[in-house]
């Protein structure tokens, strides 16, 4: 197999094409995976396609840039750097050009990226970029041979949002309304095997609103075009495997890569957002590759200077456990021995603020103690971890996640774990959401793959008081290099820990945090 521009099928091998689909600022998601597809997967193909958003990583991708290469250019991306009000426009309201230009993109984030025009149509790469042609009603499909920058702008021009470029008397826009992702030149070229990168929300949540209707409109055209490509590929399989004709002649083996990306499709204003979708990205592709059964060697972390930044703060949750019990809930104070009052003072240590705030995970370091008279009364935490607004399968049910070894006055090792579950459809509110820990005790120091057959001694729920809430905001402490960098560090946590609460419940303003 080959990568070059007349690549043909060797020793029966298949012929593979990528499709880098289109999700505006998304596909930062994209870059992350193709840090593992590339890289640490070793994967080769013989075509790549994009659309939309997708060619900002094909354009990247057709330059010979490794993976972890395209994704550095996401992590480091300053947002701003892109943004061009269209001034001029505003004054005629409904009636405007554009919102916005692309020319930031063109000055700016373009030549930090490193594209290079002529090195870009001399690559040997096979690949197809898409736009549409507005004045001939058609979608052109464009070789990388003949790409330029002008071309490259008219297929991310979205409609109100950036002018129509127009290239020798002709008008183009993004074709985002025809394709997000070309599925039908990947299979005219001849592919085997379709990979594709999907970052266009699926999740079927309608949201009210001009700008949440915009995209609604483009999800439903995406998703529509894809299902269609998808039911015919399936169906033309199902024929060939019973000896019949298939609309393609041959079968098509379809590995899609789908994600939610808690990321706006065009407004974001936070270079973390992009660092988080970016980690995302690889940390998703490595466990899609895992039960795909394609085989990975993880790179070298992405490169960081040395990390001086550090915040901590103690919390005080208060609340009863049953013993005996196994269902987590809150309980009320009783008599006798079933329940006891349980009580946790805990310090949050994180170390390292930007591998914390880009990491999936954003895991800290927990300790303090538990008080518990029936355990024995005040009993240290021997290690703890704490994990911040970690995703579930959708990304606006987020948990808090703790879990403390200690050891009780008998000399039994115990495990508390704990989560809060911060939940658009919770219906308990922001503050239960993110005040109520529902624990259990487990016998044994216990990891979190080994607790589905873990013993349960206790079960229950501790809370935050609104006065222990407020004695805890007086704790935080910050650790920089210099009293400015302090204040960022402290700045950027509360970016990070108020925009996830705005993806959860501000959505019906705009979907994603900007910031």
Known sequence: MTTGRNSERHGGSPRRSLILAGGGLKVAFQAGALQVLLDEADLRFDHADGASGGVFNLAMYCQGMSGREIADNWRNLSPLK????????????????????????????????????????????????????????????????????????????????????????????????????????????????????????????????????????????????????????????????????????????????????????????????????????????????????????????????????????????????????????????????????????????????????ASPEHEAALRGEIVCQELGGRLPVERGTFRLFVEQADPEHLRMLYRLFFTDRAGHQLTLTGHKDVDEDSRHGIWKDTSVLYTRILRGHVDADEESEAEVVASGAVHIRPTDFLRQLTTFRVEAATLPGKVTTLGRFGQFFFGKLWDVYAQGVLPWSPL
């Open 82 to 357: 892109g943004v061009t009000p269209n001034w001029r426009e505003w004054p005629k309201g409904p009636y405007a050009r554009s919102l916005f230009t692309l020319d930031g993109y063109r000055r700016r984030v373009f030549p930090d990226w490193g594209l290079d025009w002529e090195r870009i149509r001399a690559t040997d790469r096979e690949a197809t970029f898409n736009l549409y042609n507005f004045s001939a009603n058609e979608l052109e499909t464009v070789t990388a041979a003949h790409m330029d920058e002008d071309r490259f702008c008219a297929g991310v021009s979205l409609p109100m949002w950036f002018p129509p470029v127009v290239i020798d008397g002709q008008t183009y826009i993004d074709p985002v309304y025809l394709t997000d992702g070309n599925v039908e030149e990947a299979i005219r070229r001849g592919c085997d095997e379709l990979w594709i990168i999907w970052t266009v929300s699926r999740r079927h949540r309608w949201r009210n609103g001009f700008v949440a209707n915009y995209f609604h409109i483009i999800e439903t055209t995406a998703n529509g075009q894809l299902q269609h490509w998808l039911r015919r590929i399936e169906a033309s399989n199902a024929a060939i495997r019973r000896g019949d004709h298939g609309e393609f002649e041959r079968l098509i083996d379809v590995r899609l890569l789908s994600a939610e990306v808690p990321l706006n499709y065009l407004i974001n204003f936070s270079k973390d957002r992009f660092a988080q979708a970016v980690e995302l990205g690889v940390h998703r592709t490595r466990a899609w590759c895992t039960a795909q059964g394609i085989p990975w060697q993880p790179g070298a972390p992405p490169d960081h200077p040395d990390d001086p930044t550090r915040i901590r703060f103690t919390e005080r949750m208060v609340g009863r456990v049953g013993f005996g019990e196994n269902d987590v809930q809150e309980r009320p104070s009783s008599k006798g021995g079933a329940t006891a009052d349980l009580t946790l003072h805990l310090t949050i240590d994180i170390r390292g603020v930007d591998h914390f705030i």
